[in-house]
């Protein structure tokens, strides 16, 4: 499957933005779908999931109450809401998939196969 993620881009702090991954070759909802990112010199975090089968959510602690993550299987698209933005925040995001029968570690880097080029998220004090 291919990844292309959008709607990064500059914000004031407590600003809104939604990021978009649209996916290609394959059956969408046979995939979890998640957001992580990864600020300049720090390790790639995850941020958000959503599982493919039953659209569980799962979400960072940085993250949990400001962020949501949804999907739209009949546009093949898993979005990432992201509201009340902080400095801290600044980042690339990468959205990233895999499939369903993987199962386990869905907040887990390692175990998400598939990956978009990422897309920058810059949030103004």
């Known amino acids: 499957v291919q990844l292309q993620a959008s709607g990064g881009g500059l914000v004031q702090a407590g600003g809104s933005l939604r990021l978009s991954c649209a996916a290609s070759g394959g059956t969408f909802n046979a995939y979890d779908m998640g957001w992580f990112r990864q600020a300049p010199g720090k390790e790639r975090e995850f941020v958000a999931a959503i599982s493919g089968s039953r659209g569980s959510t799962y979400y960072g602690d940085s993250v949990k109450g400001r962020f949501t993550i949804s999907r739209d299987n009949a546009k093949n698209t898993s979005y990432l809401q992201m509201n009340s933005l902080k400095s801290e925040d600044t980042a690339v995001y990468y959205c990233?998939?895999?499939?369903?029968?993987?199962?386990?570690?869905?907040?887990?880097?390692?175990?998400?196969?598939?990956w978009g080029q990422g897309t920058q998220v810059t949030v103004s004090s």
């Open positions: 990233a998939a895999r499939r369903t029968s993987v199962g386990y570690y869905i907040t887990r880097l390692s175990k998400f196969d598939y």
